[in-house]
């Protein structure tokens, strides 16, 4: 193994050690009535579910105009192990629901994916998202 494989090998090692959240990452599916219970729900696609580490990456929330009401978004990166292999491709659109970490305010937190990076000498696999209120 070259310094260099063994350098990134070691960064990759670190960084996984540095994920504290589990989370499960899924593609959001079409809404399905269940006329028994009256409810809608949505199915979804089941991408990944494991280790990762989320936090925010930006300071303050920002506003946007949605129609006729302000939406807040907050952008967040999230880092899965540089090996996971998702069941399909991450795309915009799909979803990160945080199930536990060591902060109480984050289980149950639902992340929007904006955008994937792909990179061989990251040593994570970064995912940018945003949540939406």
Partial sequence: MT????????????AEARM?????LARPG?????????????????LYTGKAQVKPTQAMPEGVQAEQREVVLMRY?????????????VRPG???????????R???LVLHVTG???SATATAWRISAEVRS
Avoid at 3 to 14: N, V
Avoid at 94 to 104: L, R, Y
């Fill in 3 to 14: 310094t260099e494989a063994a350098a990134l090998a070691a960064g990759r090692a670190m």
């Fill in 20 to 24: 504290r959240e589990t989370g499960r």
């Fill in 30 to 46: 079409p809404d399905v009535y269940d006329p028994v219970t009256g409810e809608t729900t949505t199915a979804s696609t089941p």
């Fill in 77 to 89: 990166e999230i880092k899965l192990p540089f090996a996971a292999v998702p069941a399909g491709p």
């Fill in 94 to 104: 799909d979803t990160f629901t945080v199930d536990t970490s060591p902060d109480p």
């Fill in 106 to 108: 984050m289980p149950g």
């Fill in 116 to 118: 994937v990076a792909y």
